[in-house]
């Protein structure tokens, strides 16, 4: 009989890997609703609402967690809009502890603003919170969440969630009106103890608005940041991308899943096409659907405009859901992931070891 | 530890997940995840209720192909870690 007690990180990336190779959605993404307490100005969600005809009973977000239980989900990340004005979100929380998920939750933290909200979390069995956070200044946070006054509460969830135990991480997305700020937050995050990931990739509206990529930081902004960030933090510049043309190009409907307010099935957050209704159809219909092997079975070989995968590497990172968005073809290599696979070669060649 | 003592033994409410016959668990006290073979998954299982040594291990000697003694040994030895790890409880 054996116990193998590797460090978290060497189990676990075994589990990642046989979860991408046998098509085990190990992670779960569960939009609790749309709705949010805040209206940042880059959210891919277009319409803080959700469709009152279509959303789910308490008893059905139930059966979604048992589906996914048995599919194999491990990780389950509760989000929205804010997945805290779910109005049966304490239900569905207790619900996944019971049934034993790793449970996290990326929010904004303005329904924690008691000791008491951040205990029941943490008895509710809330493993890790990740919370949103676009700056320190408050004025410009402010100014991308839409709604005044946010900075301080997200802050002030942050310390009650830290006081009760709850592993807190941040979520920084960066777009021209806060990258040239992102080093303060950086240095804050770093005298905290606190993870932080942050993102350059803002993403059209679902329904196709592109006004959000607007938002986006320019050329000249990305070279900046990531000529800081390779002078501050070395290990930080980009690498150079040697995959073979046969490689998968993410974990879209392998490895991970989603569930939208409705109920239904996504290969990730930024792939939207559904493939069905997970209340009314097994887990295993619709993950062995056409669409769902649609998904899952693109390489890299099967994109359009990449410069070939196999001689030479590459810097680019393409997301199928991005480009749908904004191309209308998933598999078109869109402006912006080409503009952002240039600057990273410029630092890679401009601050890497190239030897 | 004695399988003479009336303890029973029963697992925390941890996160966990089975994949290919092999639990994978959480342990929230060290931040380390444990794979588990199919004789201590089994184990686990059985602990999903309070059950005594001897019932565990008698359990052990119906699935596999061991003797009583050597499956109080093995059980006694992989409940030592569960407890290191906070995975476990005594009642």
Not at chain 1, 127 to 138: G, K, V
Not at chain 1, 191 to 218: F, I, Y
Request: charged share 25%; with cysteine.
């Amino acid at each position: 009989m054996s116990i193998n007690s590797l460090t978290h990180y060497s189990v676990i990336d075994n589990l990642r890997m046989k979860s991408i190779h046998q098509a085990v959605p190990l992670q779960a993404s569960l939009e609790l609703t749309y709705r949010c307490n805040e209206r940042c100005t880059h959210c891919y969600i277009d319409n803080f609402s959700d469709a009152p005809n279509k959303t789910l009973s308490k008893e059905n977000w139930f059966l979604v967690l048992q589906k996914l239980r048995d599919a194999g989900t491990l990780y389950l990340i509760l989000m929205g809009g804010e997945a805290m004005l779910n109005p049966y979100f304490w239900e569905i929380l207790e619900c996944a502890r019971e049934m034993h998920f790793h449970i996290s939750m990326i929010t904004n933290g303005l329904k924690i603003q008691t000791s008491e909200t951040a205990k029941k979390l943490h008895d509710g069995g809330l493993h890790l919170a990740t919370i949103s956070l676009y700056s320190l200044d408050p004025l410009i946070h402010d100014e991308m969440t839409a709604v005044q006054g946010s900075h301080v509460k997200t802050m002030k969830a942050i310390e009650l969630l830290r006081e009760q135990g709850i592993e807190v991480h941040i979520n920084c997305l960066l777009t021209r009106q806060n990258i040239e700020h992102h080093f303060d937050l950086v240095e804050w995050c770093v005298q905290k103890k606190l993870p932080m990931k942050e993102d350059v990739s803002v993403t059209p509206k679902m329904n196709g608005d592109l006004s959000t990529v607007n938002l986006r930081a320019t050329e000249k902004q990305l070279l900046w940041y990531y000529t800081e960030k390779a002078r501050r933090w070395p290990p930080s510049i980009p690498p150079l991308l040697v995959e073979p043309a046969e490689d998968y190009v993410c974990n879209v409907a392998k490895g991970k899943c989603a569930v939208n307010p409705y109920g239904e099935l996504l290969g990730c957050i930024e792939v939207r096409e559904s493939f069905g209704s997970l209340v009314t159809e097994p887990f295993g219909t619709l993950w062995n659907s056409p669409t769902a092997l649609k998904w899952r079975n693109l390489r890299l070989k099967d994109l359009k405009g990449m410069k070939s995968p196999t001689l030479g590497g590459h810097f680019c990172e393409h997301c199928f859901g991005m480009a749908l968005h904004e191309s209308g073809d998933p598999l078109v290599l869109t402006p912006e992931s080409q503009k952002l696979a240039s600057v990273k070669e410029s630092i890679y060649y401009d601050h890497g070891n190239n030897d | 530890m004695s399988l003479n003592a009336p303890l029973r033994v029963q697992r925390k409410s941890v996160p966990w997940q089975e994949i290919d016959g092999q639990a994978i668990i959480l342990s929230p006290k060290t931040n380390k995840a444990h794979e588990l073979n199919a004789s201590a998954t089994l184990l686990w299982h059985l602990m999903e209720q309070a059950r005594t040594l001897d019932e565990m291990a008698k359990k052990m000697t119906d699935e596999f192909e061991i003797d009583l003694v050597s499956a109080c040994r093995d059980v006694e030895s992989i409940l030592e870690r569960f407890v290191e790890e906070g995975l476990v409880e005594y009642q």
